[in-house]
């Protein structure tokens, strides 16, 4: 499995809203095998991405904004912080719903 760096913060909040039912079906297969698979972070178009509808051709459509979130999240990862959505991606359009859950 193939796994974006900020996704690790998107998989754990993930609780049932989503783009479509594919994404969901999708993110609650992958959130529910994440602990019991290997899995291999990227920073391109993941598994996650699969049914997602900013998917174009394998990129992502707001491919700027988001590998500044793989970024962000892979410095914390490498320095054995916490991944804190406030901190790496408080402007994406499901901040909302995950920002501020504890994990």
Known sequence: MKIRYHHLMCIPRYKGEGYSKQFCDNLEKIKAGINSENYTLVD????????CPNNENGICKDNEKVSRYDILAKERI???????????????????ICGEMKI
Do not use: R
């Open 78 to 96: 490498l320095k054995g912080e916490a991944l804190l959505p406030k901190e790496i991606c408080s402007d994406c359009c499901w901040f909302d």
């Open 44 to 51: 391109c178009c993941d598994d996650v991405c699969q049914f």
